[in-house]
């Protein structure tokens, strides 16, 4: 196991200074203006907004010149729309294209859009293609011209093909730029090659080995490169087993794939097979959390459920869902209805049918959760279906007769063994059908090729909505005590 | 911009190939056993249990050997309990160290627990340190002595100081395994010194220069290395300014961090600012996704939710929320058992209140996942939360009134004006209570330094809950039309 202090670490131990001294505090943890969670503090926070009001654009510019771009835009981010503009007015010179690539997109979109094309194609023109591509492709398509006439012809060419392929795939999200080099080419000729300072990307992480078709054959890690003699050939150091990403593949199977065989980047190749491009795992990242993030908020109704979504986008986004849950609602309102001679009779009925809805509705949603994000992580898949739903069927089965005891107890007590039994009888059958549900949902939306975030949280609720209310008013007229 | 196809490619391009010509599939993407999903073909893992049930060793053997060891996870993760020991046994010389490294906790503590500590100590002498640990962090204390009592003296000692550190922290999660060298050691003695073949980690991304008291003075990307020449010293090639990671950083902080500095691989250092480790960024891909996923299974009650939990833990995760449902079910009984006389006079109230309830309770669970999301990605922050809020009402109060419209007409309608007023003001003000709920519940627990995805949904039911039929009947009694 090569874990342990090697050599090589020991000879730089020259000196053991004690605990506590030369320890360097971390440029991106600074404790004036991050706080531990390395967030930016209020009160800095709050002495910009002052410095804002104060038309104070020297006072603000020293303020946030100190910090990391990424926290740049954390900050534009926390202000509100109007402080942001003022901000961005006051600070114009350490707006850099790094701060506008990490930008949240409706902050970003709403920046640019109060910005001439020109100053956007600037912009543009200092990012990488993939980082300008998302910088425009949310723009409406008369404000994306404007910008594209106003960048040179190989930009806007670089973006124009990228925004060919269609949007969240490997071609619309992959950098154009990557070092590919022929097989025969020898370690030293690499680093000479390296050397003589072509147009290289800023960071790469492997080098690709292409034949004379520009098909990749093989890849090499920088460090197996640097630990090589300089008279080997690529073609002897690099691995020929590689991962390939199409340029059609979805963002999530992309995300998925480096989650899986822990890719730090990869080659992307067109239809053709020929290398068009890489992604690296920077990029990736921000993908697997957008990814798995989405299905908290899908599952919720909430649509993108972004804070810096426009209102009215989060109103018909949410207002959507909550209509179709009138309906779900309404199916549940029909049954009460046609048991209404029995609550009339026994208004406990009445008082006791939510109880059995809601604790299914709940015992539901635990079962979709647990399934939604098994099909998103590719755990549950056709082959293991039918175990999964069988292990959810026991843990309903469990779940129903515990809170059946503990309600079916109450009840017997307060209104009589009868009604006891009935509760405890329908909180049974709708906690195991709400595990039903809870798989079978989302699995029948998968195999429709829908995602099954979106629309199955209304689907259980519909169905251990009306459950809950038909098996405990049914049994309650079954066993006579009403209706 | 450095995106447009560069010299050096253009050179490469010694033969255009027509379209569809030389087109290499994926090793990785391989159509006999992987879908376009790059997940396990059933028929493929049907072929498989076949052979296990037939006790066809060689056949299962030959099935399995192509397999990338990420894939040899996945599928024992698919099998049964009883085939994933046949399979292990079946391919003995195939259970690589990678494929353990990739098995899904369970399936591993599972695995773990049926062999002998020494075979699991052999096992865990083939892996990274990080790896070993989360091999047997899991198993019982006994089991975990037996396995280090098994493991060689540096071994052991790199294990034991990892478990040192608490679970999820940088220090735990950290390789011990990274390159430092002196600032004034030059790129020509650092790529000799690389070349010597000192036992170096097998990938790494970065040389991290350290000064006499192993305290990170800066940090060279290895591409920046590789285009510069021999002579230049690494103190003028590399960039002081880093991310450095203190070892009881959360690992849900680490994650951020690097999304945030789309970093590749980052120091580690102790309370005394030593460099103790690294962090590599295909690690962190894993937490990335845990974490965004986890909120999902915690806002729906579920645990950990993972689908090889053993039933067991998973009945007891999840009853814990059913029975706390039970509790805010009960609340909301309670009012509704308050109104007995109105609902027994007019039964319509009980058809009608749960739609009040359940609409309510959507809209909160919408706006707590926004919220949730907002605090788990530190977009949501003191500093805008009373933003965050005010936005979030406005939304309730659109929604309401949408909805409120919608109900109280169709109610007008079938029950008389009266009621359908009394249901549309009771839908407005539980939609709008929901927003706020959805907001302040989980900013609460933030504040309380507890996990937000955890007990807001129970609240915010709670809330809604009582709310709808507090407001709904409430009102009734006041217009005089029951009660």
């Known amino acids: 196991m090569a874990e342990t202090p090697r050599p090589d670490e020991d000879d730089l131990m020259l000196a053991e200074l004690p605990a506590g001294e030369g320890a ?35 006072a603000v510019y020293e303020l946030v010149e100190p910090l990391h771009p990424a926290d740049i835009a954390d900050l534009l981010e926390l202000l509100s729309r109007d402080e942001r503009h003022e901000l961005a007015a006051a600070i114009t010179d350490l707006m850099s294209s790094e701060v506008v690539a990490e930008l949240n997109d409706y902050v970003r979109e709403d920046m640019m859009e109060s910005l001439p094309a020109a100053s956007v194609a600037l912009i543009a023109e200092q990012l990488d293609t993939d980082d300008a591509v998302q910088l425009i492709e949310d723009l409406d398509e ?26 969240e795939t490997a071609g619309r999200l992959m950098s154009r730029d990557f070092v590919a080099v022929p097989e025969h080419m020898t370690v030293g000729q690499l680093i000479d090659f390296l ?28 460090s197996w490169i640097l630990r090589t003699p300089r008279a080997i050939a690529l073609g002897d150091v690099m691995k020929r087993d590689q991962t390939l990403i199409p340029a059609m593949l979805d963002q999530e199977e992309v995300a998925l794939m480096f989650q899986k065989y ?38 919720s109704g909430a649509g993108e459920g972004d804070i810096n979504e426009p209102i009215r986008d989060a109103y018909s986004a949410r207002v959507r869902w909550l209509v179709a849950n009138l309906g779900t609602a309404l199916v549940a309102s029909l049954i009460i ?55 959810e069927m026991r843990v309903g089965m469990l779940n129903g007769a515990t809170i059946a005891l503990l309600v079916g107890a109450a009840t017997a007590v307060i209104f009589g063994p009868t009604l006891g039994v ?9 906690v195991f059908v709400a595990g039903m549900a809870g798989v079978l949902v989302p699995v029948a939306f998968e195999r429709l090729d829908q995602d099954p975030a979106v629309a199955s949280s209304v689907f259980v609720t519909m169905i251990t909505d009306s459950m809950g209310f038909f098996a405990f008013l049914g049994l309650a007229v079954l066993s006579g005590i009403a209706g």
């Open 24 to 58: 360097r505090p971390d440029d991106r943890i600074d404790d004036e203006r991050m706080d531990e969670e390395n967030t930016l503090k209020p009160g800095y926070i709050r002495a910009i907004q002052d410095g804002l009001d104060a038309g104070d654009k020297q």
């Open 142 to 167: 008369d404000d994306q011209q404007a910008i594209l006439a106003e960048l040179d012809a190989e930009d806007r060419i670089a973006i124009e093909t990228a925004l060919g392929y269609p949007e």
């Open 422 to 430: 009935v509760i405890a009888l329908a909180m049974v059958i709708n």
């Open 337 to 391: 209805a046609a048991f209404g001679a029995a609550i009339e009779q026994l208004v406990a009925l009445a008082v006791l049918m939510p109880i059995v809805a809601s604790i299914g509705g709940n015992a539901g949603t635990q079962t979709m959760a647990v399934t939604v994000r098994a099909i998103a992580t590719n755990q549950l898949t056709r082959s293991n279906t039918r175990r999964i739903l069988w292990r």
């Open 195 to 222: 050397r003589d300072g072509h147009e290289l990307p800023e960071d790469f992480f492997e080098i690709f080995v292409v034949d004379a078709g520009h098909h990749p054959v093989g890849t090499c890690q920088l």
């Open 262 to 299: 822990g890719l730090i980047s990869a080659a992307v190749i067109d239809d053709s097979g020929r290398l068009v491009g890489q992604m690296t795992v920077d990029d990736v990242v921000h993908i697997i959390s957008e990814e798995a993030g989405e299905d908290t908020l899908l599952l």
